[in-house]
């Protein structure tokens, strides 16, 4: 049946215009005012934020990390993500245990996510243990699967790309027309830092953000920065930007008009301090790498998203694991803790409320970096990201007159806690709607298991522009 959302605040990336919003077979079919369908059921939106539904281009549903997974599915987490506002996510793969061709863990995936999650769904390709076939295999996949982004890690031991790995990537990544999503701490510092701290007997969590200081995570930046111009202003993309440091370094490069240079930052880098690891026993709810940092980085990271085109996206990282038996694996020593957090559903509350409700961004600016700019850097848009004709009808409406506390009790991870317990928002989520379907009404999950389809994804925007 056809739906007419009227009377909605619709947020564009250019604006917010008062209208209606007319959804036929899965998409949007106008966006107008006063549209008049009488075949149509209707949604009376007056006073609410109608906004595209969120895309997430960083989590990692069942994330195996060899000796734990990280505990959403497919499944679980896409109902999360449904329930705060994000109906599409692109999810990185967890490396493979041994040295396999790339796609074999474009299949392990398939099997993870096919068929389970509730949303839309696409994956960015990893690569690990190099050698010239995967080059050309990054192309074939991309081809064939529409997975037209392909991830590097400049740390994790012998999964770790070194610089003479990551200049090739670049270089084949710039031919083929593909990007290259990087993970940016420097291995030396990081490794060196952790054993010189755990041979002292240095083990509590507040260990954990000390052994991976910000100028850890500049030096990568900068590295990989630097290969990517070196490579022919290759396309490339920092993830899970954490430091004032680390965006010094982006912020250079900028200057310098650097093109095709995509960034990353994640929701706790704008809202969690490293006072989370101040105890032993909480503490290990927040070990995630990059770790949480300063406010005064919270506040950089803010300023240069309000100042706009610096930072791309804002994404989430989003791998649980239960504080109660996962997490504890790094009682006794935070080097064993299983690294990542939730945050998948606490995304769009927490960036409305900490940027749009307190005057830090603007409503169009919160839309490109949550909905629009990922969907570009990532080969989705306009079918995702925007409220245009033509476009899937993933939707939210957000009524932002409701204050309320975010608590677990009212999450829907697998997970056993949320990193922003007792944190006062702005704004509720009153319905998700995915490819014109209500999947979530008043925070209950309406959807349907399997009804998410795989997203073979288009170029990113970076290799254009
Ligand atoms: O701590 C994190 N971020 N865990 C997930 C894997 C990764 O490094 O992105
Ligand atoms: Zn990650």
Redesign the pocket.
């Known amino acids: 049946m056809k739906k007419l959302i009227k009377n909605a605040n619709i947020v564009r990336e250019d604006g917010v215009i008062k209208g209606d919003v007319l959804i036929e077979e899965g998409k949007i079919s106008e966006v107008g005012s006063q549209i008049d369908c009488p075949d149509a059921e209707i949604i009376d939106a007056s006073g609410k934020l109608l906004l595209p539904g969120a895309v997430d281009v ?1 989590t ?1 549903m069942d ?1 195996d ?1 060899g000796f734990t997974r ?1 505990i959403d599915s497919f499944y679980t987490g896409t109902i999360a993500a449904a329930c705060g506002g994000t109906t599409t996510i692109v999810d ?1 793969m967890a490396f493979a245990h041994e040295d396999v061709s790339l796609m074999h863990q474009v299949e392990e995936y398939h099997k993870l996510a096919d068929g389970n999650a509730v949303i839309d769904y696409g994956f960015h390709g990893v690569l690990q243990l190099m050698n010239d076939n995967k080059l050309r295999e990054m192309k074939d996949i991309a081809d064939r699967e529409g997975i037209t982004s392909w991830k590097a ?1 400049l740390t ?1 031991g012998d999964n770790m790309i070194n610089d003479a790995w990551m200049f090739k990537i670049l270089r084949a990544a710039n031919e083929y027309g593909l990007v290259i999503p990087v ?1 940016c701490e420097n291995d030396g510092v990081v490794e060196t830092l952790k054993s010189e701290y755990g041979d002292a007997g240095h083990t509590q969590p507040v260990y954990h953000p000390l052994s991976r200081p910000a100028g850890a995570e500049a030096e990568a930046v900068s590295r990989l920065l630097h290969l990517a111009k070196l490579a022919g202003e290759a396309p490339a993309y920092v ?2 930007l954490s430091s004032a440091e680390g965006l010094a370094e982006v912020e250079k490069v900028r200057a310098q008009g650097q093109k095709h240079v995509g960034v990353e930052t994640c929701t706790q880098y704008l809202a969690l301090t490293d006072d989370m690891y101040a105890d032993d026993v909480e503490g290990l709810k927040a ?4 770790p949480l940092r300063k406010q005064h980085d919270i506040d950089m990271l803010w300023d240069a998203l309000s100042r706009g085109g610096i930072i791309n996206t804002i994404a989430t ?1 989003h ?1 649980p694991f239960t504080f109660a038996e996962q997490k504890q694996l790094g009682r006794d020593d935070f080097r064993k803790c ?4 939730p945050g998948v559903e606490e995304r769009l509350s927490v960036v409305y409320s900490e940027g749009v409700a307190k005057g830090r961004i603007t409503l169009p600016q919160m839309v490109k970096y949550l909905c629009a700019e990922p969907a570009r850097m990532f080969g989705l848009y306009p079918k995702k990201g925007v409220i245009a004709k033509g476009a899937d009808a993933d939707l939210v409406i957000l009524n932002p007159d409701v204050r309320r506390t975010l608590t677990f009790s009212d999450m829907h991870t697998r997970g056993d806690y949320t990193c922003y317990e007792g944190m006062e928002v702005a704004g509720r989520i009153e319905k998700v709607f995915a490819n014109g379907k209500i999947i979530v009404e008043d925070n209950k999950f309406l959807g349907k298991k399997g009804d998410g389809k795989y997203l073979k994804r288009g170029t990113s925007s970076l290799v254009e522009g």
């Not at 070990?287 to 990059?290: A, E, F, G, L």
């Open positions: 960083h990692h994330l990390v990280a990185h890690y994790y993970h993830v899970h070990i995630m790498s990059p990282d791998c299983p690294n990542g957090a």
